[in-house]
């Protein structure tokens, strides 16, 4: 096998100079006309977050004048990019704030030997070699960076919209170099690209597919998942009916379940679908559509026999999600091939879909409670786009009957936007609120969930219903509810005041086997769950508070040492204030304690956290954007955020900006802190960053928020 080779030490030697070296000095000689190019990064730009205060702090330093454009790369961009020798190995993501076009122009072209590509007002500058190609357009096998950019644009899908991503042919000559960079025992690592590519235009010859097999095992023995290329090896392996393809899916394991459903057979039926039974939420979508390949083309009659299984064989709660999921994304690609719609009208398509499977009584109840926690974030939509059609609101009562109109209803040949029964969708909306109280109540988030996902609900429970209370206290109950849902539930019930006796009895079992784990939530808006068990023991003077105490006084675990702080908000004194205090002033990493403080002086003197935070602002040897932060988390104390920085993501963050800009009592500062928050916002600047992405009403409104709000 031809190896590409790396280019690196000679360039670096012909140039004197590393790319790095290169790129920076390039780097330094970039400012003016109102852009600035911050210094290169250290470990401490790791975020696009970091890159913004320190682009704040600079212009501050400085006293520049505003409006300043600014770029900037971080942490993780660096390490993607260079080497230890500083050698380029793949584009350098230039990120930027300001006017899109004065940063454009004040990057220019990039430094000899590199371009500068413009990933638009959305997304970031890419720098990269300029590399050269031969007459039909093919890299010289030695380049390795021309080689990695013509298998990113091979790699490029022609559609993202679609599982599995479709990829365009590839030219003679195209797959002809491919197959000469597999010719030969195979270097596994330097085969990978080449492989990949080939096998997603289902392009590996028997004997590539061998070679390669056989350098897996040997590379990898036991680990096989580890090799980024076992994907399409085993794809290929199905495709050539190969017997190995079946060790191979037993020694991977759930994970390998999405390629036997690209290669249907009974086989491997029967194999993903024990996967499934066993509550892998992700075999459920391959399950699905190996039992439409095979058996039952309908996906909504498909879906039913397979919840019916799930429910016969006790499946955990997160495999029938899966289903849930699984059968939107099949009903969505159907209509999207007889339609031929692109990506952005499915994504409305699938909102108009939860919110009739909300009601379809062809399905269990189980299947229309999570469309009709689905349909929640989409209601908005599908009713601006009906009125936007046209139609007109129903006059009388919603419509009740149970099943709703047929949904190619909707289809149209159209690229653009799908032309909807506008009085359809709207009669879907009436049935849909009219049974959504009774489906969602008493229900609650998938608890094992992506952090993230349930950060983005965290703003429906600032206020809480009965039947959010038994939910949160049956999951709480729950020996099987893990600590990123134990955090979310006895969160959300200490900070309303409703955690009990019962809550910590319920938990102390749990204490030292589940709760003391270490579980990061720097990045949530709860706590650790043993902090939060631990503050409300001490406030119910409970019997076991002085153990929990007494623990987290001990040497070990050496995790809990930086959260102890946090449990001083339980029965708080003068003693705790003063320790916390002195934490705060000592420029420690913070994890929660300046919004422990604020909330514990808060309980202590009676009065708003809002206004002991104001109190702060500018005031010596406290973190600024550490204030800003807590400005904004207690503008409710019944729900404070805990997240470690704003999320210009949120929208929960998005009204807290507007409460403190909007609040009579604080500061002009505090109140200035708010509308610069709002006016950062992404549901401002990037509405359509934002999950779900805001409608137009909402976004106008924004944008009228901020037109009152503009500075004078």
Known sequence: MNDPGSTSAGSRTRRGRSDLAVISAWWRELGGDGFVALPPPGRG?????????????????????????????????????????????GELLLHWGGDHAVVAAGLGEGPAGFRVADGGPQGAFQLDRITRRDDTGLPDPSDRAGVRQFLAALDEPVDRGVSPCRYRPLSPVEAAWLHERLDGPPDLAAATPFAVSLERRDGLTPEETDRLLRAWREEYGGQLQKWTGWRELLHALLRHEREEAWEVVAALGPPAAGVPALVPSERGLRTVRAFALAGDRGAVSAWLSLHRSLHEPDAVRAAVALAAELDAHDAPE??????????????????????????LAARSYTGLLAVRFATDERLPRPLRVLAADTARDHVDHVREAALRAGATPPAGPAATTSTPPALAGTSTASTTAPVIDAAEALAALGRYEAARDGLLS????????????????????????????????????????????LGFCLELLHSHGLAGPAEV???????????????????????????????????????????LVSWWDGPRPVWKNELRLLTHLGAPDEAKAAALWECVTSRAHDVGRLMTWVLLRARLDGEHPLLVADRLL???????????????GVADPAQPLWHYAVDLRSRGWWQRALEVAEHPGLSPEARALGVRTAREHHLVRHPDQLSPVPTEAEHSAALEWIGRHAEG
Not at 51 to 70: I, K
Not at 461 to 470: K, N
Not at 534 to 546: I, V, W, Y
């Open 618 to 632: 500018g005031a010596p040897g406290v973190r600024q954007d550490h204030v800003r932060q807590v400005l904004l």
């Open 442 to 485: 008493g229900t609650g988030p998938d608890l094992t969930a992506y952090e993230g996902s349930l950060c983005r609900v965290w703003h429906r429970y600032r206020t809480l219903t009965e039947g959010d209370v038994r939910w949160l206290r049956e999951r709480i109950a729950d020996p099987r509810t893990g600590l990123q849902g």
């Open 505 to 547: 009895d319920a938990l102390l079992p749990r204490r030292m086997k589940d709760l003391a784990k270490k579980y990061r939530t720097t990045y949530t808006e709860w706590r650790h769950p043993l902090v939060t068990l631990t503050c409300l023991a001490l406030d119910l003077g409970h019997p076991a508070a002085e153990k």
């Open 318 to 343: 997160s495999a029938l999600r899966g289903l849930y999921g699984a059968l939107a994304g099949a009903v969505t690609a159907d209509w999207r091939r007889e339609t031929g719609v692109g990506a």
């Open 45 to 89: 730009r790791y975020t696009q977050s970091d890159g913004h205060e320190d682009a704040a702090e600079w212009v501050a330093q400085r006293g520049l004048a505003a409006p300043v454009s600014f770029a900037y790369w971080h942490w993780q961009s660096h390490g993607r990019a260079f080497d230890r020798s500083g050698a380029l190995r």
